[in-house]
């Protein structure tokens, strides 16, 4: 495994990667790809099984595996935890050795940003809602931080949890609206056994907030019975949303930011009095809550199939 901590380092060692051969063609979305593919996972480190999913997808269906670990400080806001976000670079190294990885890109802020940014990316309407309206610019920093490592890295193929599901559907309309030469493949969230999503920020939880926190995934869960429940995925969507609140509000340290339910991945909202079986998209129900000053995301997607399957 090569680790590169300059860009003009991590250029040299892809493009001597791209000059290997294929390891045959790969089938990917359909589209049979020959040519010697880069697989891309950008993480901001304190690497989790939920990242091991990404590097085990992106070994899976590229050649090269390159994965950036950088704590992006644009995305964070002015009273956010980028000075406390958890890192361990040793430990991240060794995930990425046990994934296979090839090539581990690990910047300094001064290398990801030598001169103050004058450039920012800003994909509209989708950044609006869930996240983008309880972290103003924290998506601007995102898709900028995004773009500028796609430029660096020119990925094929490039791996997202869906745990932050709005981040995808933003890098999607991102790559689609500036014409990047990226394949954006949505993984699936990683649980815990017992439900809880993997998240770094999980450490930050006391015992006893991780405990109360099982209600985001518990809440979540009974969507999912809802809507593959013939006889009760005619609730509204407000009766629908209801049922999460309570959910979550039986546990006494959930502060609630925000529950959400939209239509994925255009982010759109959907009438409360709505029937789920009548939605003819895709939905998310995603949700932010805090456990003191811990705040969680977690959502869950139901696709259209599964919503009118039972109708
Ligand atoms: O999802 C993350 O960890 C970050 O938002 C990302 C995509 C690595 C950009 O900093």
Not at 49 to 58: N, T
Not at 128 to 134: F, K, M, N, P, V
Not at 149 to 163: E, I, S, T, W
Not at 226 to 253: C, K, W, Y
Request: net charge negative; with cysteine; hydrophobic share 40%.
């Amino acid at each position: 495994m090569i680790i590169v901590r300059e860009v003009a380092q991590l250029r040299q060692a892809i493009a001597e990667r791209r000059q290997l051969g294929t390891c045959g063609a790969k089938e990917v979305h359909g589209a049979t790809i020959q040519q010697h593919t880069v697989g891309f996972v950008p993480t901001m480190g304190y690497l989790h099984e939920g990242h091991a999913s990404l590097m085990q997808k992106a070994r899976e269906m590229a050649d090269t595996v390159v994965l950036s670990i950088f704590v992006n400080p644009i995305q964070f806001g002015p009273n956010e935890d980028l000075d406390s976000y958890p890192r361990d670079e040793a430990r991240d190294l060794e995930v990425a050795r046990r994934e296979g990885v090839d090539i581990v890109f690990l910047p300094t802020v001064a290398e990801m940003y030598p001169q103050p940014t004058r450039t920012k990316i800003h994909v509209s309407a989708l950044t609006e809602r869930l996240c983008g309206a309880s972290r103003p610019g924290h998506f601007d920093g995102v898709t900028t931080v995004v773009a500028k490592l796609f430029n660096m890295v020119n990925p094929d193929l490039a791996f997202f949890g869906m745990k932050d599901a709005q981040q995808v559907a933003v890098l999607q309309q991102m790559v689609t609206d500036l014409n990047m030469n990226v394949t954006i493949v949505p993984c699936p969230i990683v649980r815990e056994a017992d439900g809880l999503a993997l998240s770094s920020r999980n450490v930050y939880l006391s015992a006893e907030q991780r405990e109360q926190a099982l209600v985001l995934s518990r809440s979540l869960f009974k969507v999912r019975e809802v809507s593959e429940d013939g006889a009760r995925n005619t609730f509204t969507i407000h009766q629908i949303r209801q049922m999460v609140e309570s959910t979550i509000a039986s546990s006494p340290l959930a502060d609630i930011d925000y529950i959400e339910i939209l239509t994925f991945p255009g982010l759109e909202p959907l009438l409360p009095e709505q029937r789920l079986s009548d939605v003819k998209e895709d939905i998310i129900v995603a949700l932010a809550v805090k456990f003191g000053n811990t705040r969680l995301i977690d959502n869950i997607r139901l696709q259209k199939a599964e919503v009118l399957s039972h109708v």
